[in-house]
């Protein structure tokens, strides 16, 4: 098992990673990945891997249950590593109809296929097979600053058509478990950082908007708390659960590093300063840049109104894998955020494309 391994969602940020993880680590894999290049999935994250043998991508929604049971027979498809998903909370809100598609309704097509091919064709029929589901801590709410972090155990309370729609696909794998035996296994996730994090997500938005000199919005008072994890930490967290993890159960993955919205830009702010006082080429190539002009970075910082619904807190307990599985964060969030940062700065030509930027 974990030979022949279906990717969905992988030109995404996450899924991205993964496949990188993956293949680096384990040389006799081979990655089948599916995505359908919306908006969020971004070709250029795996072009590097194009002429990699053990390597394909298809394009496809994850909606065609006749085509991804034709990959799965194909290709003899042991394992699947389920991303695909519209994550961004402010687009579910101005436009819930892709993410109900997407996140309940292609999950349940993504189960109905592997259950086809795996439980019912007597010519693929496999006994050793995994269908893990990579999911997020909002499905369990918000917390006060008081509360304890989120266990596997806490009570689902969606608080956003985002959050709602993972909440509803969790269920739909756990359900396809216990009715049908389909050998599941789910991780919930506090926020990642890291490579090929779309630019418009907050550690992105917020570096990019520094090196071009314009305003870092920041919701309500920016008090809002988040767990943060390197998404490479991330990787590794999937990898444990996919090789140790047992059949039908959810674990928890989190960066046990909590921090307020506002800590997180004057970071930013700080750590880009810091770079460009000690960098004449990055101050040259980004002249609206404040550092470049002398000016701190949080002069950019504009406070705007809080978006509807906004959680307040999320935090994640990890003891479960921790203990579990023996799993614990590779990367401090100081080092995590330098490297991000370092990344972000080297591939600039990656996040101008997006951003529709030319110099």
Not at 161 to 185: C, E, I, N, Q
Request: hydrophobic share 35%; with cysteine; proline share 5%.
């Amino acid at each position: 098992m974990l030979n022949n391994i279906l990717v969905t969602g992988a030109a995404g940020f996450i899924g991205s990673n993964f496949v990188h993880y993956w293949l680096d680590k384990y040389s006799n894999a081979r990655i089948i990945v599916v995505d359908a290049l919306t908006y969020a999935g971004n070709p250029d994250n795996l072009k590097d891997l194009e002429n990699n043998p053990r390597f394909a991508f298809i394009k496809s929604d994850i909606g065609n249950t006749p085509l991804i049971e034709q990959i799965l027979t194909e290709n003899d498809v042991d394992t699947v590593v389920h991303f695909a998903a519209e994550s961004h909370v402010d687009r579910s809100i101005t436009g819930p109809d892709e993410f109900i598609n997407t996140n309940i309704l292609g999950t349940y097509s993504l189960l109905k296929a592997c259950k086809s091919v795996w439980l019912d064709s007597p010519v693929s029929q496999r006994e050793e097979h995994r269908f893990h589901h990579v999911s997020t801590d909002e499905v369990y709410g918000t917390l006060t600053p008081l509360d304890p972090p989120f266990k596997e155990t806490n009570q689902y309370q969606p608080n956003s058509p985002y959050s709602a729609s993972k909440a509803s696909s969790d269920m739909l794998v756990r359900a396809y478990h216990h009715t049908y035996g389909l050998k599941v296994t789910t991780s919930n996730c506090s926020n990642n950082y890291g490579y090929y994090h779309h630019p418009e997500k907050l550690i992105p938005l917020t570096l990019t908007n520094i090196l071009y000199g314009r305003n870092i919005p920041v919701y309500g008072d920016g008090r809002q708390i988040r767990d943060w994890l390197f998404v490479m930490d991330h990787c590794l967290g999937i990898d444990l659960i996919l090789h140790q993890g047992r059949i039908g159960e959810s674990y928890n993955i989190g960066g046990i590093n909590e921090w307020a919205n506002i800590d997180i830009v004057n970071l930013l702010c700080e750590k880009i300063d810091v770079i460009f006082s000690n960098n004449e080429e990055y101050r040259r190539k980004y002249p609206l840049c404040p550092a470049s002009r002398g000016i701190s970075s949080k002069s950019l910082i504009t406070y705007v109104k809080d978006r509807p619904g906004h959680d307040r807190r999320y935090a994640i307990d990890a003891s479960k894998i921790m203990h579990e599985l023996n799993y614990k964060p590779q990367e401090t969030f100081e080092s995590g955020i330098q490297k991000t940062i370092l990344w972000y700065l080297a591939n600039d030509s990656w996040w101008k494309k997006i951003l529709k930027i030319e110099d």
